[in-house]
């Protein structure tokens, strides 16, 4: 009896949960850009087939209607780097309008630091995750920024160090391990983060 008079609402439950995010029609590439999806004059990072352009394009669709924006992000970072038409270069910037930000338990394919070091560019404004510890703490009026030891939560592992600024003042204690939450970004050509929240608990033991 309890199972099945909670079926309806499970099933909506589900239905509500797989049902599109937003609606993707004005995003649809016309014949022409499908048929000229390649930019021939130019040097670039990537150097894509028509049917990589059309299908990387798809996925960041794909992705964001599964509310998985940093894996779409990658793939419109990987269209902008390439010889994609200007056309669906535009079409995948005005996607990106559309991601929204996550929450500690809400991000999607969070990318480890090794992954993004050896390929920055591919992942910039991409969301993540990380442990690690606070240095050289640098607080104003309004900002907050700080040196992140990535991986040095435990103090055994030391992965990189990344500057973080936070466009808000919040405690920051050196002397303990921290989850970062924070967009990637580029300063001087060098990744960075931008902060969004911090979780602190104990001591590293």
């Given at each position: 009896f309890?199972?099945?008079?909670f079926l309806p609402r499970a099933i909506a439950s589900r239905q509500k949960a797989l049902a599109p995010r937003a609606d993707l029609s004005s995003f649809a590439l016309d014949s022409?850009?499908?048929s000229s999806s390649v930019d021939l004059?130019?040097?670039f990072r990537y150097v894509?087939?028509?049917?990589?352009?059309?299908?990387?394009?798809?996925?960041?669709?794909?992705?964001?209607?599964?509310?998985?924006?940093?894996?779409?992000?990658?793939?419109?970072?990987?269209?902008?780097?390439?010889n994609?038409?200007?056309?669906?270069?535009?079409?995948?910037?005005?996607?990106?309008?559309?991601?929204?930000?996550?929450g500690f338990d809400s991000i999607q394919d969070n990318y480890p630091y090794s992954r993004v070091r050896d390929d920055p560019d591919l992942y910039l404004?991409?969301?993540?995750?990380?442990?690690?510890?606070?240095?050289?703490?640098?607080?104003?009026?309004n900002t907050v920024r700080f040196d992140f030891l990535v991986g040095y939560d435990t103090r055994n592992t030391l992965e990189g160090i990344l500057p973080v600024t936070f466009d808000t003042v919040l405690p920051v204690d050196i002397d303990k391990p921290l989850q970062l939450l924070a967009k990637?970004?580029?300063?001087?050509?060098?990744?960075?983060?931008?902060?969004?929240?911090?979780y602190q608990s104990g001591k590293p033991e």
């Open positions: 309890l199972a099945v008079a022409d850009e499908r004059d130019g040097s894509l087939t028509q049917k990589d352009i059309l299908n990387g394009y798809s996925a960041a669709q794909k992705y964001f209607q599964q509310y998985r924006d940093n894996a779409a992000q990658v793939e419109i970072n990987r269209l902008l780097l390439s994609a038409t200007v056309s669906i270069k535009q079409k995948a910037r005005l996607l990106m309008t559309y991601f929204s930000e996550p404004d991409c969301w993540v995750v990380w442990k690690g510890m606070a240095a050289n703490v640098s607080t104003t009026e990637i970004t580029s300063e001087n050509g060098k990744i960075a983060l931008k902060g969004k929240a911090i």
